[in-house]
């Protein structure tokens, strides 16, 4: 239950194209999603957060969409670039959860230039 | 930009030697993270503390040990490393535990 479940592990996107990176999870008690982006060499960090009292939130290029009744959630990567090459995680907390965040497997975006 | 500083950056190091990774934070986050990830791979949660003198094994078993005598300091030891513990090693930290904030890493090779 404490699993979120990132698809796909791999990402091949033309530039100008959409990115679409799906997640799952199962823990009805998770009430917050945010998404890292990890350059290689770097740490992960923040992108972008959903609470799952909306349906969708968009920041420049970058938009969560939110399904709570399917428990899935998604990014969307509008005009892809070759700078947004890069792995990113889906990731899920709780206040219940003892301020552990739950990491999806990680998806690598490659943006063809 | 967070502040949270991991030393060293790569670290090349013999069986058997004992290692020390420092990981140091200036925000006076009371929560501090220690993940495993082989390159651009799943984040495996090693060790976790919410506070000083507290400490938890996370949910990747690991033989490293950690500590938390400072709420900016968790140093993660190795004592006797082996190639298996060949791997990056990511420290971060946390106010209210919702967002975490990353240092760079640490790229271990133990031959």
């Known amino acids: 239950q404490q699993q979120v479940k990132q698809s796909p592990q791999s990402l091949i996107v033309q530039k100008g194209g959409i990115s679409i990176i799906n997640c799952a999870y199962e823990?009805?008690?998770?009430?917050?999603f945010p998404w890292y982006q990890q350059f290689p060499g770097k740490g992960p960090a923040l992108l972008i957060a959903?609470?799952?009292?909306?349906s969708e939130k968009k920041e420049g290029r970058f938009t969560i969409s939110f399904n709570k009744s399917a428990k899935q959630f998604s990014l969307h990567i509008m005009d892809s670039q070759p700078g947004d090459s890069a792995t990113y995680f889906c990731?899920?907390?709780?206040?219940?959860?003892?301020?552990?965040?739950?990491f999806g497997a990680g998806t690598r975006l490659f943006v063809k230039a | 930009e967070a502040d949270i500083y991991q030393t060293p950056r790569y670290l090349v190091i013999g069986t058997g030697k004992k290692i020390t990774l420092e990981c140091s934070q200036t925000?006076?986050?009371?929560?501090m993270y220690w993940y495993q990830q082989d390159p651009g791979m799943e984040l495996h949660l090693i060790h976790y503390?919410?506070?000083?003198?507290?400490?938890e094994k996370g949910d990747l078993s690991s033989e490293s040990t950690v500590s938390r005598i400072r709420t900016e300091h968790f140093p993660l030891t190795l004592e006797s490393a082996r190639p298996s513990h060949t791997s990056q090693y990511l420290c971060?930290?946390?106010?209210?535990?919702?967002?975490?904030?990353f240092g760079a890493g640490t790229r271990l090779s133990v031959l």
């Open positions: 823990n009805t008690a998770f009430d917050y």
């Open positions: 925000m006076g986050h009371d929560k």
């Open positions: 971060a930290s946390s106010d209210g535990g919702r967002i975490q904030y």
């Open positions: 959903i609470r799952p009292d909306v």
């Open positions: 503390s919410y506070g000083v003198n507290s400490t």
């Open positions: 990731a899920a907390n709780s206040n219940t959860g003892g301020f552990k965040t739950i």
